[in-house]
Nanobody
Framework: QVQLVESGGGLAQPGGSLRLSCAAS????????MGWDRQAPGKQRERVAT???????NYADSVKGRFTISRDNAKNTVYLQMNSLKAGDTDVYYC??????????????WGRGTQVTVSS
């Protein structure tokens, strides 16, 4: 069993910053992709940022230059530093991990989500 647990969401003012963390736990040998999606009620899920185990990153155009994704492979943890936040960044943010290598093979995992609200 693999679990992903997010932390760090909350309320920020426009122009402010928040840092999200997501730790994967279980009998994990390695994880290829980790990243963050976001989704508001009634809206399509959007892929925000991705980082490979080798550190290659990719961002949605809507967050480029404002958000930074990073990870600690030894801790199976991924981070999302969000700066210059806008009201449009208000969403539930979900951590994911793909191609998680465990004893029985490969699997994928999702966190339960953390709410980010940007409001004055």
């Amino acid at each position: 069993q693999v679990q992903l647990v997010e932390s760090g969401g909350g309320l920020a003012q426009p122009g402010g910053s928040l840092r999200l963390s997501c730790a994967a736990s279980g009998s994990i040998f390695s994880i290829y992709d980790m990243g963050w999606d976001r989704q508001a009620p009634g809206k399509q899920r959007e892929r925000v940022a991705t980082i490979t185990s080798g550190g290659i990153t990719n961002y949605a155009d809507s967050v480029k230059g404002r958000f930074t994704i990073s990870r600690d492979n030894a801790k199976n943890t991924v981070y999302l530093q969000m700066n210059s936040l806008k009201a449009g960044d208000t969403d539930v943010y979900y951590c994911y991990a793909e191609r998680i290598l465990i004893v029985s093979g490969e699997t994928n995992g999702w966190g339960r989500g953390t709410q980010v609200t940007v409001s004055s």
